[in-house]
């Protein structure tokens, strides 16, 4: 058998064990939504949670660490779709002079990231609550905001975000720079 064979005969097998464990917490999610008040009430939620935390452990099983990756990267990249798909719809991608397709501009999308993240420095600086979401804090609103826009961008670009996250957070666990004994030698990264 060759790697490319071993390669695909993996892919349809995390494939269809993260569409399974999906299937079962949409199943799941749909009873809960379909269930009476009172079945409601009888669901307990810290069982759900010990089930997601036991899978989230399984996977982190070296046999199984490729499986959660694919599914933590298609988990982002849902998420981003939806995101675009909702800005969309909401006219963010239509001249609003003349109903048509607009093409955005990309430095200007980072902008607005950007423009988030300062808001969400303002909000850190002078302990402020969201004014549209009065329960949270300003500073987790505004960071949801700049993940929201860098999720739109991603998908409009056709990036596989949740692929280059996984990566990159990968990548970063061997770097010399990011290890603490290196961090602490003089010239070593401090923030």
Not at 50 to 77: G, Y
């Amino acid at each position: 058998m060759t790697e490319k064979n071993r390669e695909e005969i993996f892919n349809k097998l995390a494939d269809e064990a993260a569409a399974e464990h999906l299937q079962g917490l949409e199943r799941r999610q749909a009873d809960y939504e379909a269930s009476d008040e009172d079945k409601k009430n009888q669901l307990d939620e810290a069982n759900l949670n010990a089930e997601v935390s036991e899978f989230l452990t399984e996977m982190e099983d070296p046999a199984n660490k490729r499986i959660a990756d694919k599914l933590k990267a298609e988990t982002v990249n849902l998420i981003a779709d939806e995101i675009h798909e909702a800005c969309r719809k909401a006219g963010w991608y239509t001249n609003l002079d003349t109903g048509e397709w607009l093409e955005r501009n990309i430095g200007e999308m980072l902008a607005l990231v950007h423009s988030e993240i300062s808001e969400a420095l303002e909000g850190h600086r002078k302990n402020l609550q969201d004014a549209h979401l009065p329960h949270r804090k300003n500073v987790e609103v505004e960071l949801a905001d700049a993940v929201i826009r860098i999720c739109d961008l991603a998908a409009y670009l056709q990036l596989d975000l949740g692929g280059a996250m996984v990566e990159k957070f990968a990548y970063n666990q061997t770097r010399a720079d990011h290890k603490l004994e290196n961090r602490k030698q003089p010239g070593g990264k401090k923030i």
